[in-house]
């Protein structure tokens, strides 16, 4: 029996010293040295210290001390292998070994060899077995470590790969830019549709130089920033302003982009909110490792932004489309009373269509508003700009400023139709309230520009510079149809 060596160290409880010596011997031959308690007390506290292979008891001392046997932390945990010794007058207590799973009763008797042999080989292979089950055990431990490692990597690379697929929200309708009435409006379309976007602010750096603004726009993930004052102009200190700002009317959790366009520094900055995930409580990328390049989409916007910039403000290049008022009532002139012999203009051959456009609620505005200052300048540029890249596209069409408020536009009667509907959303849409000094007093004045259809006269042309209300019979000698009704739009500056 040398093999259950290396299992075991067996401790006796024993009352009999000479049943206990015949049972050491038999175990030594074992190569089992055995330890001897004699007593209950010493015994419990002793194995606790050094818990062994196997505790042999008599079962007259199982009833010593205050402390029940089954109550030993080893033996309700399942830990200590035991068995019984007994001696047939103390047959009556075998019924209280019922309450333990144990490896079996040794009776007094002349030769404990055998009995002893057959408790070691027992136990040995329940030790061998108990070994073999914990090598499976730490085996089964690793192989689910690395299942957790790969899975964790898979996790990981899910959610890389489902931020990452959020760029493809990022993709534009090039012809959906060209058409927003400003980059605010298109910017607000983007993010509602990025249903991870919880809420949403944005900044804009107003026209005066003065001051940080949020823009009029609608939706119902949009919240209104308190407009800041900026003293030193586009810089990182007002940027640090607007993301404090942002951070005290949304919450500390927000992504903020800052949007150059064709400027040098930011002009508009946009602050989102993510949606929390209702299963993590955590935002929809869940850790900040797995966000979507904010950089790249940060880029991407200042690109649409410089695009936009570009197509509604950039000068046309090598075609004269603002002409003098007296070229335009000349070209009325012809389509009235017919080309004349001596005098060729350049559109000679292509008729004509009129429509004018009137601008005097501004000046109702600003008599309402003394102390608002109105960067005139910056407007003309820009709404001429405007004007100049829808016109353009219309081959031979020219516009006239006759006055501060007034212009007048003669279109090619083949790009007519596309060309009133442009010149109608711009004259409605076009964001006025950013060329005043505190646009935010303007937001809740009306927006009422005039747009028409004239009669191809002078006459007609110079009575709307004098009064947009004018009302006209058709004194065109020509067959044309008959003169859009006067448009009055209404809507916010």
């Known amino acids: 029996m040398s093999e259950t060596k290396k299992y075991f160290d067996v401790v006796m409880l024993m009352s009999d010293m000479r049943e206990a010596k015949e049972l050491s011997t038999v175990l030594k031959k074992a190569g089992i040295n055995p330890i001897l308690y004699t007593e209950y007390g010493p015994f419990w506290h002793g194995i606790l210290n050094r818990p062994p292979s196997l505790a042999l008891i008599d079962i007259s001392l199982m009833g010593q001390g205050h402390l029940p046997l089954k109550e030993h932390p080893l033996i309700k945990g399942g830990q200590l292998p035991i068995a019984f010794f007994y001696k047939e007058e103390h047959r009556p207590l075998l019924s209280s070994t019922l309450d333990y ?18 408790l070691l080989l027992r136990v040995n292979q329940h030790l061998a077995l108990e070994g073999h089950l914990k090598e499976k055990e730490l085996e089964l431990g690793k192989r689910d470590a690395q299942l957790g490692r790969v899975l964790k990597e898979n996790e990981e690379l899910r959610l890389q790969l489902e931020a990452f697929t959020e760029l493809k929200n990022f993709q534009f309708n090039a012809e959906a830019l060209r058409d927003a009435a400003d980059f605010s409006t298109w910017l607000v379309a983007q993010f509602e549709k990025w249903h991870w976007i919880k809420r949403f602010a944005l900044y804009e750096y107003s026209l005066s130089e003065k001051k940080l603004i949020t823009p009029p726009v609608v939706s119902p993930k949009y919240v209104p920033l308190p407009h800041l004052a900026v003293t030193e102009g586009p810089s990182p200190v007002m940027q640090n302003m607007a993301a404090q700002m942002a951070l005290e009317t949304l919450g500390p959790k927000l992504i903020s982009l800052n949007l150059n366009g064709p400027f040098e520094n930011p002009s508009i900055m946009a602050f989102l909110e993510i949606k929390e995930n209702l299963e993590t409580g955590k935002d929809t990328f869940q850790e900040d490792r797995f966000q979507p390049p904010w950089t790249l989409v940060e880029n991407f916007l200042s690109g649409a932004y410089a695009i936009w910039e570009l197509q509604h403000f950039s000068a046309p290049k090598n075609v004269t489309i603002e002409r003098s008022l007296f070229d335009v009532l000349a070209l009325a002139d012809r389509e009235f009373f017919g080309d004349m012999s001596t005098v060729k203009m350049p559109q000679s051959g292509i008729e004509f269509v009129f429509i004018g456009l009137d601008l005097s609620f501004l000046d109702h505005i600003l008599k309402k508003h003394p102390d608002n200052r109105f960067f005139w ?34 279109v090619p009667k083949l790009t007519y139709e596309k060309n009133w509907d442009h010149i109608r959303d711009l004259a409605q849409r076009f964001s006025y309230w950013r060329y005043f000094e505190n646009p935010e007093k303007i937001f809740v004045e009306s927006v009422r520009p005039h747009v028409r259809q004239l009669p191809a006269s002078s006459d007609a042309l110079l009575n709307f510079v004098d009064n947009p209300s004018t009302q006209f019979t058709s004194v065109t000698q020509r067959k044309t149809e008959a003169p859009k009704t006067t448009t009055v739009l209404e809507a916010r500056p």
């Open 101 to 118: 799973a144990h490896y079996g009763l040794i009776k007094r008797q002349a030769d404990y060899e055998a009995p002893i042999k057959s």
């Open 377 to 410: 300048q910056k407007f003309g540029q820009d709404f001429k700009s405007r004007l100049q890249n829808i016109l353009r596209n219309g081959e031979n069409a020219c516009f006239s400023l006759a006055g501060p408020h007034t212009y007048l536009m003669a």
